[in-house]
């Protein structure tokens, strides 16, 4: 049975004419027969351009942290913009973002750009000219964006050639990536302290950096083991190496300060962008003093024709804002809580082992195993196909997660008790529906 009726169809079919595959992201494409087309969103619902209403649980792959078209968000941007967008000067708007973030996840320097592809490539750049040395260590199963040197063992690679755990293989998650890129790339396994510090001894005068999500926020919320971002933080301390955080889909989310308050850890550069803005295409790459004092005019470069815009720039005053004046993470911790028990119970009601890893604003629903993954290979012991099947009766039913488990179930401070509840009696029946 096919998720589009028949308004969608008809879009999509026009948009195939012009867009290839429909989508203008590839994650976006679920086949030609359950690509979605959505025409309206407000707080925690969406609307397909059928009319049919899903709660929606994707918010956009997380940067809805308050809610869809929320005004107090949508206000500031609109008043914003009459005063014009882009300056190729410095505007007080964008001081005042920089404070805040600062202030929230302290860190010394921010500097803006637009999405998360162009912070990590940035924050990448700069952690090499800050040590004179060209490989970094990332993580199999983790997610940087589309640059190139990022897109090695992704969650979109496959473990089946991901090689043996004591010599990974990395795998490019796309064709036309040149070959040669792959001599500046560690993909290790997550989580293995040995292979973490045997690697750094070994090659630690070549490592610039280490990247990581420090939960994987692409691979069902996998969470690091007690002490592992420690011993991380420990190793780059000894062998002066830039410890560089992945907050693209954490940061302003799992806490006001992200990740680094979270688990209570300091990295020496950070990326943010997704719920900086709340919808709104906003980032920043931000750190340490020294580290961030890298860049320099006519030295080391960093730019952007649209970093600082007027239209990010106040969306993410008006989310920061928010997010330091109203509980607001505390109220999406306390909704995921239920939700996340309630889930639990249904699925030991149906007799299917199962693993919830995350935390209550961003968490991961593992079918078939009895243990928590603790990495991407482990992660891959789950019965996926179970879970696009529960995924398929969930959304036709009006709850929208992604259909991939590896994408976690993001929440928002709009979604209601009320929503909670009418989620958890659609899950039970979908689960029902899914088993048969
Ligand atoms: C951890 C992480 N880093 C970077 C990115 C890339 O961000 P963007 O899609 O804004 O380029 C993503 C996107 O999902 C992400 O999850």
């Known amino acids: 049975m096919s998720l589009q009726g028949p308004k ?27 690509t979605l087309i959505a025409t309206r969103g407000e707080g925690t619902y969406i609307w397909d351009a059928d009319g049919n209403r899903y709660i929606d649980y994707r918010l956009g792959f997380g940067p809805i942290i308050l809610g869809h078209g929320y005004p107090a968000v ?24 920089c404070e805040r973030i600062t202030r929230m996840c302290k860190v010394d320097k921010v500097r803006l750009t637009n999405t998360g592809t162009e912070a990590t490539m940035h924050a990448l750049r700069i952690a090499r000219a800050h040590t004179g040395r060209e490989k970094f260590i990332k993580f199999e199963g983790q997610y940087h964006g589309m640059a190139d040197y990022f897109m090695f063992s992704t969650a979109s690679s496959n473990p089946g050639s991901l090689g043996s755990k ?25 989580n293995d302290f040995e292979r973490l510090e045997e690697t750094i001894e070994a090659q630690w005068g070549d490592i610039a950096a280490i990247f990581v999500e420090p939960m994987l926020g692409n691979a069902a919320g996998i969470m690091p083991l007690p002490g592992y971002l420690e011993k991380m933080r420990e190793l780059c301390d000894k062998y002066g190496i830039v410890l560089a955080f992945d907050e693209v889909k ?25 719920a900086l803005g709340n919808g709104f295409p906003i980032a920043a790459i931000a750190g340490k003093e020294d580290v961030m004092m890298t860049i320099q005019p006519g030295a080391m470069a960093h730019g952007g024709t649209y970093s600082g815009n007027a239209v990010g ?10 997010l330091e004046s109203e509980p607001i993470i505390e109220t999406i911790n306390k909704r995921g809580e239920a939700l ?96 048969t």
């Not at 940061?251 to 020496?268: K, P, T, V, W």
């Not at 969306?315 to 804002?321: K, N, V």
Request: proline share 6%.
């Open 8 to 34: 969608t169809n008809a879009l999509f079919n026009k948009a195939k004419a012009v867009i290839p595959y429909g989508v203008n992201s590839n994650f976006r494409y679920w086949g030609d027969d359950d």
């Open 74 to 97: 949508v206000n500031r941007v609109q008043e914003a913009i009459k005063e014009g967008t882009i300056f190729a000067w410095t505007t007080p708007y964008e001081i005042d973002l």
């Open 166 to 190: 004591r010599s990974p293989i990395n795998v490019p998650a796309t064709s036309g990536i040149p070959k040669g890129l792959t001599q500046y790339v560690i993909n290790l396994p997550f």
């Open 250 to 274: 954490t940061g302003f989310r799992i806490a006001n300060g992200g990740a680094q308050e979270y688990f209570n850890l300091q990295a020496d550069l950070v990326t943010y962008a997704k």
């Open 313 to 322: 720039t106040a969306a993410g005053i008006a989310t920061l804002e928010l």
């Open 340 to 435: 996340m028990s309630g889930i639990g119970e249904i699925l030991t009601e149906a007799n299917i082992p199962h693993a919830l890893p995350g935390v209550p604003s961003m968490f991961g629903i593992v079918l078939g195993v009895e243990e928590e993954p603790q990495d991407f290979r482990d992660y891959f012991k789950g019965d996926g196909e179970l879970y696009e099947n529960l995924a398929l009766q969930l959304i036709q039913r009006g709850v929208q997660p992604d259909g991939d488990a590896r994408e976690p179930w993001f929440l928002c401070y709009a979604l209601s008790e009320e929503d909670v509840n009418e989620t958890l009696n659609i899950f039970n029946d979908s689960v029902k529906a899914a088993k």
